[in-house]
């Protein structure tokens, strides 16, 4: 094989690790749903996939995670929460792969662009949701204050255990090697 194939394959089967791991984390905090919509345990492996194997894979993995979830454990429900966090967590991984693809591989950088990610994910979240709303496929008033409670407030613990771990974890992948993207 050459190394375009193994690399290819390598982005593959890490994306399906990663997968399992977003589809499997949020039974960790699945007992006390408050701490599991706070931890966001399902945005870490999609984000890393991001940085690891690139903006398509990320995406991919993101968007299928929220929606597979939904499939199989039923959990979280399908509208509106499954498909706005599909484009949510595909638009996370999306952004933090092209951009550290983009600006450099250094700590600064893989901040920024898990920062950006960040932001436009949460922005995506609530565009999703406004269509949804105008639609009528789910309840609610869609404006700034909602974007804002539902993705940023409520999700503070998450926010943070992702700007604390996710540079970590791409520093020390970066150091052994076992970067893709």
């Known amino acids: 094989m050459s190394r375009r194939t193994n690399r290819s394959l390598a982005k593959m089967l890490y994306s399906a690790m990663f997968l399992s791991l977003a589809l499997l984390l949020p039974f960790l905090t699945s007992q006390i749903p408050e701490i599991g ?13 991001g940085f690891v194997c690139g903006p398509f894979w990320g ?10 979830r939904s499939l199989i454990f039923t959990r979280p429900e399908m509208f509106p929460s499954a498909v706005t966090m599909a ?17 450099g591989k250094n700590i600064f950088m893989t901040y920024l662009a898990l920062i950006t990610a960040m932001i436009c994910g949460r922005l995506m979240w609530g565009g999703v949701m406004f269509v949804l709303i105008f639609l009528g496929m789910a309840k609610g008033e869609i404006g700034f204050s909602l974007i804002w409670a539902h993705t940023v407030l409520q999700g503070i613990p998450g926010i943070t255990l992702q700007l ?10 970066k150091k052994n090697r076992l970067m893709l993207n």
Do not use: D, Q, R, W
Request: charge should be positive; charged fraction near 10%.
């Open 37 to 49: 919509s706070k931890l966001l345990p399902m945005h870490l492996p999609v984000i890393l996939c």
């Open 59 to 68: 995406a991919t993995v993101g968007a299928s995670a929220p929606i597979l």
């Open 87 to 103: 484009v949510e967590l595909a638009t996370y991984a999306f952004v933090a792969g092209l951009l550290y693809k983009k600006l």
């Open 164 to 173: 604390v771990a996710i540079p970590i974890i791409v520093n020390v992948l």
